[in-house]
């Protein structure tokens, strides 16, 4: 683990890191780095892993909650392997669920995870971060893209990362029109 961090901490001192920051004008006496630091999972620890896109806007939050048994992908599946997904809300105070798809590597009528509380506490935990975000940036529109972890440490549920999630620009295409000359 160590040898990890100063891996990572000496990074920010390579030859193009330097440069960057010298082509960019950025000053050396006002910069940092920080590092996240937590345990890794093993494939026997995973109970479950999954994906979350969340919606914010001012009057709801929209999450889609993609999950996979195990430490089977949800982003990169093997050829023929369906993830569960499942829609979730929040109007006011209220978390609403809804089974969209099942896995098809549980059994007929099972779920991935314990169907509601599992989802319900994944939605939960969503919208607190979103709820931050909102209060930090101010924004009341955005999109987050998160990935999470349920493992055998406690049977938790486990954010693993949280990013923006970028969206296709709304801003009209201009047509290109192709002229018969040179």
């Known amino acids: ?23 960019l004008q950025v000053n050396e006496a006002q910069v940092g780095m920080a590092m996240l630091v937590h345990h890794s999972y093993p494939d026997p620890t995973e109970l479950a892993n999954g994906v979350v896109i969340l919606d914010r806007t001012p009057t709801q939050t929209n999450l889609t909650i993609s999950t996979q048994e195990g430490a089977i992908s949800v982003t990169n599946p093997d050829p023929g392997v369906v993830s569960e997904e499942v829609i979730g809300q929040v109007i006011g105070t209220n978390i609403y669920v809804n089974l969209n798809r099942s896995s098809n590597l549980v059994q007929i009528g099972q779920t991935v995870m314990a169907w ?4 319900r506490s994944v939605v939960s935990l969503c919208n607190a971060v979103a ?14 893209d998160f990935e999470f972890k349920k493992t055998t440490f406690g049977n938790a549920i486990e954010m693993k990362q949280v990013r923006p999630f970028p969206r ?8 290109p029109y192709m002229m018969p000359l040179p």
């Open 116 to 119: 509601e509380t599992d989802y």
């Open 1 to 23: 683990m160590f040898r990890a961090i100063r891996r990572v901490f000496a990074s920010f001192y390579y030859e193009n890191a330097w440069a960057t920051r010298r082509r």
């Open 168 to 175: 296709p620009s709304t801003a009209p295409t201009i047509t």
């Open 131 to 144: 709820n931050r975000i909102a209060q930090e940036t101010g924004q009341t529109t955005f999109s987050l």
